[in-house]
């Protein structure tokens, strides 16, 4: 597995949290091993520069963001502000050229599951084309477990391979409250999907070395093992 696509039930979910988390863990216990990050599509300022802030990546612009648009909008829509296309085409020979470079690539998908990519496809069809290892971040909070269910419901229909469902605390919460919101046996029950763990509410996004110690605590670093 040298390449794993996070995605998420929603827009604030925490994919950014977790794909900044997991390039931390890579960084400092694999910095023996190649690295590269990808935000295939994005509408607006923000996470392209957020990695190139946090990490020395050794990637331009465009091969962290092949496709970029002004408006903070759905990629179509903000495509037609612009009078141009969502060219997936070198979306994937951009990925493709990172594979044969890198190690090990890691792309945080826009929005959630079911976000537009184009008029007719959506990330979860885009994760199944293209058969992406995947990983979806579900937050903490009531509702959480419908839509798990929800997503994992959309993620089978594309045929996309869905690794494990990964909690994310959007707040600070106690124990209570995740476990009542968010039980990993009932989400596992229901999705027949295994819950690898939850990342904690954590102040400072940019602490590299406590976003790498939350990484190495969840059961991913397994699946990768047996595959």
């Not at 963001?65 to 020979?93: C, G, H, M, S």
């Not at 493709?96 to 184009?118: C, M, Q, W």
């Not at 391979?161 to 039980?183: F, M, R, Y």
Request: glycine share 6%; net charge negative.
């Amino acid at each position: 597995m040298n390449t794993l696509l996070i995605t998420g039930t929603d827009t604030d979910a925490g994919k950014t949290v977790l794909t900044t988390a997991l390039a931390a863990y890579w960084q400092k216990y694999h910095s023996q091993r190649s690295w590269g990050i990808m935000k295939p599509i994005q509408s607006g300022v923000g996470d392209r520069q957020w990695y190139q802030r946090l990490f020395q990546l050794e990637q331009t612009a465009e091969e962290i963001t092949p496709l970029y648009f002004e408006a903070p909008l759905a990629p179509p829509i903000a495509a037609a502000k612009e009078n141009r296309q969502v060219d997936l085409v070198l979306v994937w020979q951009t990925l493709s050229k990172l594979r044969s470079r890198f190690d090990f690539v890691l792309i945080e998908a826009l929005g959630g599951l079911g976000s537009p990519v184009t008029e007719e496809l959506t990330v979860a069809d885009l994760a199944g084309e293209w058969r992406l290892p995947t990983l979806l971040v579900v937050p903490v909070r009531l509702g959480a477990i419908a839509q798990a269910v929800a997503n994992v419901a959309l993620a089978r229909q594309a045929k996309v391979n869905l690794k494990g469902i990964v909690l994310n605390c959007v707040q600070p919460l106690s124990d209570a409250e995740i476990a009542d919101w968010t039980p990993p046996d009932l989400i596992q029950s229901l999705t027949n999907i295994p819950v690898l763990g939850c990342l904690p509410y954590l102040e400072h996004l940019d602490d590299l070395d406590s976003l790498a110690q939350v990484a190495s605590d969840l059961d991913l670093w397994e699946i990768g093992e047996r595959e």
